[in-house]
């Protein structure tokens, strides 16, 4: 069965350090989405891709954080300079379409920042 | 904007039935969604409402109703690897509740 890959799966940095994380998306499927989620709390979205374009980055912290999905597939969330305030599972997820279609999660990266 | 709210915690017998509750306000609305997540695991999909009315599988059964803007996930015959997050969830865009932890205790 396909599944959404992610790596790493545990990322442990000091504060004001660069992270990155990546994402491979279900292959055809044409949606991927970056949400943070924080302990006791639903998962945030903080990025919708549609193919390589952004369609929704409303709720990104611009600042610090980016986002890229140059040829339409994988993808990879940076963050720079990292804060204690973003420990957090980052989550991955793709779709075959639209929003309102099944989305898929990958395992997710756990982020401490110290 | 979107409000969703769901019960923090809930817990239940194994064997038993439960019904998690979500009552959502929002702008637009096509469909819900129901995930389960298991503690510091990926969500994973359960049921997809866009109709009002129960949808069942096995022995999961989700429940719609657009008028009240309210559904419920029916879990019956209650095992113990059922204890997870359960995640209301409202399109479009897709925003989650606060997720219902729930246990079963034996």
């Known amino acids: 069965e396909a599944e959404v890959a992610q790596s790493p799966r545990y990322k442990i940095t000091e504060k004001s350090q660069a992270v990155a994380f990546w994402c491979d998306p279900i292959s055809g499927h044409a949606t991927l989405y970056w949400y943070r989620q924080i302990l006791g709390q639903g998962p945030e979205l903080l990025v919708q891709?549609?193919?390589?374009?952004?369609?929704?980055d409303s709720q990104l912290p611009k600042d610090r954080f980016s986002a890229e999905r140059l040829k339409g597939v994988d993808s990879t969330l940076k963050i720079q300079p990292a804060e204690l305030g973003d420990s957090a599972m980052y989550l991955c997820a793709s779709s075959l379409g639209r929003t309102e279609e099944t989305q898929y999660f990958g395992p997710g990266t756990r982020l401490l920042v110290l | 904007g979107q409000n969703i709210d769901q019960p923090t915690e809930m817990t239940a017998t194994e064997g038993a039935i439960v019904q998690i509750n979500c009552t959502y306000q929002?702008?637009?609305?096509?469909?819900l969604f129901w995930y389960q997540q298991h503690a510091g695991e990926a969500p994973t999909f359960l049921s997809y409402n866009v109709l009002d009315g129960l949808e069942e599988k096995g022995r999961f059964s989700s429940f719609l109703s657009r008028s009240k803007g309210y559904s419920y996930l029916l879990l019956k015959e209650l095992q113990m690897k059922d204890s997870a997050s359960y995640l209301c969830a409202v399109t479009t865009p897709l925003v989650f509740g606060k997720g219902t932890r729930l246990s079963v205790i034996a």
């Open positions: 891709f549609q193919d390589e374009s952004v369609v929704d």
């Open positions: 929002t702008s637009g609305f096509n469909g």
